[in-house]
Structure formats: C-alpha cells, structure tokens
C-alpha cells in the first residue's frame, strides 16, 4: 500500500526488458517517491523482477498479473488498486513482428495489434475516468521511433505503432484540460534479451508465401544492416528507464520524447519533403546500393559514441 505522498505507478509488461528496469528504477528511487505496481500476464516469470528488486520487493514495489489483451483483466487489475488510484499509467506491455508481410498470417498481424494497439487503449480507458475526476495523472506509452519512421520488413509493427501514435496525439488534446498530461517514449534499437532472440530465430525461419528475392533481401541485406544499426546505435533498457523517470518527474513533461538523439535526423528527414520520396529513396539506397557504406559508416559511428556520448541520448530535455 503506498504511503502518504508516494505516487502510485502501475506498469506494464514488467517480467524483463525496459518494463523491468522501470519497475526496478522508480521502486528504489532514493526518496521514496513512488509505490510501484509491476504488472505481468504470468506471475510465474517474476523471478527476474523480485531477484533485481531485491529489498525494494513487497515495499515500494508489488506485483499484480495483467493481460492487456483482455478486457476482464484490465478491469480487475484496475479494482484491485485501492480506491483505484493510479496517479501515472506506464504502458510498456508490447510484441514485435518481423519479416517478408507475404509471409505473415493474418492471426500474427492481428495479435500484434491486439497487444501493442488494443492494450494500451484498453489500459488508457480504465483508468483515464479516474484522473479525469481527479483532474490529475500522467499516462506514459512506450512508443519507438517506428512509430514517426517506417522501416522496411518492420511493416506491422511500424503500423501498430503509427495507430498508436495517432491515438494518443489526439487523446493528448482532450485530457490536457482535465490536467492530466499524456507522454510518447520513443527509442530506437535497444539491446533485450527479446530483440536478440528474435533475430536469431527470423534468420532460421522459413518464409512461405515470399518470393526468392525477398527473403534473399531479407536474410543477407536487411538482417545484417539492422545487427550494424543495433551495435552502433542501441540503447541499454536502463537507459530508457531513466528517460522515463525523467519524463514523469518533469513540470512540463513533454508529448513526444525521442530517446536517442542519433535518430533526431532521421525522424527530420521525413517531414522534410512533404511528398515522402526524400525517406523514402534515401532508405532504399541505403540498403539496397549503398550496403557495404552503410556498413563502414555504422562501424565508424559505433567507434564513436563512446559510452559519455550515449549517456547524452537518453535526455528527453
């Protein structure tokens, strides 16, 4: 139960990655200022998140199970909360989806955006009556640079994370005048344990339904230019933690928060040329004519962000 003056934070998707290390970041703040509410849809996967919680466990951090993806849990998630009260709503709770579209069902597209759309509308209408009543809160959704920038083979996903940010820049209008501030974090790459595992195992697969060419594009272009990009230009999940604690403790916290700011020309280039084909061309003979560039310039870059200058990336200010 939190005590007087600590805010109440629920999150979700906390069983690894960035939902973890924010869970774990804000349960050990110094001044105590927040009761952290560590959501997961499996209870038994929290051994990671209590073992680096440690005393901070059953104090400033308890857990509760949470399934975005349903209606019933989000609102007994919700009513197990005292009084209802939840001052800042994190939703990190997300999947991602990777390869050739033509090989990809229709029950995969579907559940990425059961998860990374649905969830976070879901999560945001249960509690957003509440702050507005109170006329205060702060709700957070873990975005991605994808959700500003398409990116090839990242197709449903990027969508997913486009009908996002759609969403809630126009939620933002509305709950600004019941004082109740909505924020986007938006990474790029950032190095997790599900990102690796996900890369091993599209470079294994099989993809039905893609031609030849495709999937050769795929496998031996894009899988290698990616691995450089993530090398050269990732973030750590605690990196994107502190960016989160620092958009909440903000006076002014801002809408949308690009988290690495390697990506800040990137995300300008395409609202450059309002006709699209500046980002569009340019992508495309990144990867396609200027590959092995791309590959000196990512090694280079790599040497170059030492670890002072990445530290500088993750300011939202």
């Given amino acids: 139960m939190a005590s007087s003056g600590q805010k109440v934070v629920l999150i979700t998707g906390c069983s690894s990655g960035i939902g973890l290390r924010i869970a774990v970041l804000l349960a050990k703040d110094e001044k105590k200022r927040y009761h952290v509410i560590a959501t997961m849809r499996d209870l038994k996967k929290k051994d990671k998140l209590v073992e680096t919680a440690g005393d901070a466990y059953g104090k400033t951090l308890m857990l509760l199970p ?108 509305q709950l600004l005048k019941f004082n109740v501030h909505l924020s986007m974090i938006e990474p790029g790459p950032v190095h997790t344990e599900f990102e690796t595992k996900m890369m091993e195992d599209v470079a294994k697969m099989e993809y039905p339904g893609a031609d030849a060419d495709t999937v050769r594009y795929f496998k031996d272009v894009y899988l290698p230019s990616s691995k450089d990009i993530f090398e050269a230009m990732g973030q750590t999940p605690e990196d994107i933690a502190k960016c989160t604690k620092k958009v909440i403790e903000s006076r002014n916290p801002r809408f949308r928060n690009l988290t690495n700011s ?56």
């Fill in 66 to 173: 949470l399934d975005v993806c349903s209606d019933e849990s989000v609102k007994q998630c919700i009513n197990s909360v005292k009084d209802r009260h939840i001052d800042i709503l994190i939703n990190n709770a997300g999947v991602g989806l990777l390869g050739p579209v033509e090989s990809i069902s229709m029950e995969d597209m579907k559940r990425v955006f059961e998860t990374n759309f649905f969830g976070v509308v879901r999560m945001i209408k249960e509690v957003m009556p509440d702050m507005k009543k109170r006329r205060a809160g702060h709700i957070v959704v873990m975005s991605s640079v994808m959700g500003l920038q398409g990116v090839v083979f990242n197709d449903v996903y990027t969508a997913s994370k486009f009908a996002m940010e759609g969403f809630c820049e126009s939620m933002a209008v």
């Fill in 262 to 317: 390697l990506y800040t020309p990137i995300v300008a280039m395409k609202y450059a040329d309002e006709t699209g084909g500046l980002s569009v061309n340019t992508f495309y003979n990144l990867l396609f004519n200027f590959g092995p560039l791309m590959h000196i310039t990512m090694s280079i870059l790599k040497c170059l962000t030492c670890s002072c200058l990445r530290r500088r990336t993750i300011s939202p200010n």
